[in-house]
């Protein structure tokens, strides 16, 4: 199967950093494309027509927006024993890195 990756990326996205983090944490080679926050271009707004932000990570042509979505889905996909986990499997673990992350969201508001 192919597997083209794709990441619509801003150098100084905090965001986009955690896609970038999460994918360096996995190994996976992927293609950078630099996408202006407030100069939307047609490929940003074609990815993600509802919020029109980065990042945006396009899997084999489909998109997904939102980093921690995107992150959850990379930790899915790619979970092969090669990669270590982005989320710990424990749940109270997992609750924990995922307040942090909702409180860094609500935080950047
Ligand atoms: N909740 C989003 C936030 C993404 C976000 O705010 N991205 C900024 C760049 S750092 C953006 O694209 N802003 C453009 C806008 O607000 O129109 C996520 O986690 O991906």
Same mark, same amino acid.
């Given at each position: 199967?192919?597997?083209?990756? %794709?990441?619509?990326?801003?150098?100084?996205?905090? +965001?986009?950093?955690?896609?970038?983090?999460?994918?360096?944490?996995?190994?996976?080679?992927? &293609?950078? %494309?630099?996408?202006? #926050?407030?100069?939307?271009?047609?490929?940003?707004?074609?990815?993600?027509?509802?919020?029109?932000?980065?990042?945006? +990570? %396009?899997?084999?042509?489909?998109?997904?927006? &939102?980093?921690?979505?995107?992150? &959850?889905?990379?930790?899915?996909?790619?979970?092969?024993?090669?990669? #270590?986990?982005?989320? #710990?499997?424990? #749940?109270?673990?997992?609750?924990?890195?995922? +307040?942090?992350?909702?409180?860094?969201?609500?935080?950047?508001?």
């Amino acid at each position: 199967m192919a597997n083209e990756v %794709i990441l619509l990326d801003f150098p100084v996205s905090m +965001f986009a950093a955690r896609i970038r983090i999460g994918l360096a944490e996995k190994g996976t080679d992927y &293609e950078r %494309i630099e996408e202006h #926050p407030w100069n939307k271009g047609p490929l940003l707004l074609h990815m993600n027509p509802i919020h029109k932000k980065i990042p945006v +990570f %396009i899997h084999n042509g489909k998109p997904i927006p &939102e980093s921690l979505i995107i992150l &959850e889905y990379i930790d899915e996909v790619w979970n092969d024993d090669k990669a #270590p986990l982005l989320l #710990p499997s424990d #749940p109270y673990q997992k609750a924990q890195a995922r +307040f942090w992350a909702d409180f860094i969201d609500k935080k950047h508001r």
